[in-house]
């Protein structure tokens, strides 16, 4: 049975539901056009041609519109899809939307219509899933590498070395099967290929911290004594007046979360000081409360203390506490100081000396790779798939460097290759693509 069959036609809203210009719906299935054509003015399609009319309801006109045709195999599913685009309000969507399911369409899932693109081999998983990060992108850098996925960058890299692998197995099953007519591959080969594709996957995994944290974003918390400039710095690095910023020690008192665009998303969080003293108030004890559970959330802490009074004893217990912690210490109110004493950043929050070095170095730290030199994002999913093509190509070098037969070692090539087909969705279970698919939105 052709895969076409098998599907009903769906239909849904493309665009958010809410006022706007313009509203889309969108149709996919055998069924698409013979659906508009039951309430449509001007119904006959032309490939590549859009066409403008009415819709109709019982002869009650309903929206001018202009209904876009896609004709299967050429279309973003690979069905015949419909595309109407109609006045942008809520109720206008929702009218035509309820002709079309009237006419034997059924809503569609979320994710269905790129779920069918896959199924119908328009694009691969990974181009599939790139979809939902484009959609979803929190930044411009994560939307625009986003898009390479779809343009297919990483799955070439994958095909690349699934390619590699298929080599070094045809010449292992060949020596195998035909011993008479075919040598089987020289172990030097071997370990030469194997380590070639090992060194191929290790370069996709390469930008995977910077791909989560991409989707996830980092928290990065501001701390130190009250009055050492942390509101003025949280302010500085936003470019806002958020944060009350006063001379009276003990000013900030909530914790406030802000999101920075440095490339990767990052949630700044100003803390209130840390200061284990008796005298603060019962507000700003439960502010430094949090101070604490903030410094343990945080991917990254910016230690700042004030440059005119140097490090006190209390600036260096604080500092003890992020021995385990991915930090960098800050000396702030670099205006007023000459000096300058190794292991510290000096900054002005007030003049904005040393900040956009400082933007610089926190992008560093938090990511692997800088986001904006990223050709191709990877998901979990997609790490789980390589690393477990990683430790199978792992053994199979091991097992090389100590001359196993070799249909031992064509095992753990396999596995190689199935674990890179599960990536790409060649080898993929309803369950796994379910989960996937799951995370769209309806008419994606
Ligand atoms: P916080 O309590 O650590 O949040 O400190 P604030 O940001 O409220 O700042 C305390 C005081 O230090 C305010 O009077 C700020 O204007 C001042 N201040 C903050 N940063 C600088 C700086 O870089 N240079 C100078 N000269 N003063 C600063």
Redesign the pocket.
């Known amino acids: 049975m052709n895969i076409l069959d098998e599907f009903d036609t769906i239909a849904a809203p493309a665009t958010p539901i809410g006022a706007g210009g313009v509203g889309v719906i969108r149709i996919s299935g055998d069924k698409a056009f013979e659906i508009i054509e039951k309430i449509f003015s001007n119904p006959k399609f032309e490939p590549r041609r859009f066409n403008r009319g009415w819709i109709i309801d019982n002869e009650e006109k309903v929206d001018e519109v202009i209904v876009l045709p896609f004709f299967a195999p050429n279309s973003y599913t690979g069905e015949n899809v419909i595309e109407i685009q109609c006045h942008g309000g809520v109720n206008v969507v929702k009218n035509i939307l309820n002709l079309v399911l009237k006419q034997g369409a059924r809503m569609a899932e979320r994710g269905e219509f790129t779920k069918r693109a896959f199924l119908n081999k328009r694009m691969d998983l990974s181009q599939a899933e790139s979809v939902a990060d484009i959609i979803h992108a929190k930044t411009s850098d994560f939307a625009k590498v986003s898009m390479k996925n779809l343009s297919g960058v990483l799955k070439e890299r994958i095909n690349d070395i699934k390619n590699d692998i298929f080599e070094v197995l045809s010449k292992i099953t060949a020596g195998i099967d035909f011993p008479e007519d075919v040598k089987e591959p020289e172990y030097e080969y071997l370990i030469t290929n194997f380590e070639k594709i090992l060194s191929d996957i290790d370069d996709v995994l390469k930008g995977a911290d910077t791909s989560n944290i991409f989707r996830q974003g980092a928290s990065v918390a501001i701390i130190?004594k009250?009055?050492?400039?942390?509101?003025?710095l949280f302010n500085a690095l936003l470019n806002l007046n958020r944060a009350i910023?006063?001379?009276i020690?003990g000013?900030?008192r909530d914790v406030l979360r802000e999101t920075l665009d440095l490339g990767i998303p990052v949630t700044l969080v100003d803390t209130a000081?840390i200061r284990e003293n008796e005298d603060v108030s019962r507000v700003e004890q439960i502010g430094i409360e949090f101070s604490k559970q903030s410094l343990d959330e945080a991917d990254l802490v910016l230690f700042?203390y004030d440059a005119s009074q140097g490090l006190s004893g209390d600036d260096k217990e604080v500092l003890k506490l992020l021995e385990n912690k991915k930090h960098i210490v800050i000396a702030?109110?670099?205006?007023?100081v000459s000096e300058r004493n190794a292991g510290a950043q000096y900054i002005?929050?007030?003049?904005g000396e040393g900040i956009a070095e400082l933007k610089r170095d926190l992008t560093s730290k938090v990511c692997d790779i800088e986001p904006e030199t990223l050709d191709f994002v990877t998901n979990t999913r997609q790490q789980e798939c390589l690393k477990k093509a990683k430790a199978s190509i792992e053994q199979a070098l091991l097992a090389s460097r100590l001359y196993e037969l070799q249909d031992l070692i064509s095992i753990d090539v396999k596995s190689a290759l199935l674990a890179l087909d599960e990536l790409t969705g060649e080898l993929v279970t309803d369950d796994i693509l379910d989960n996937i698919f799951e995370h769209f939105c309806i008419g994606k």
């Open positions: 130190g009250p009055n050492v400039g942390k509101s003025s910023v006063t001379d020690a000013t900030t000081g700042v702030n109110k670099a205006d007023l002005s929050a007030l003049t």
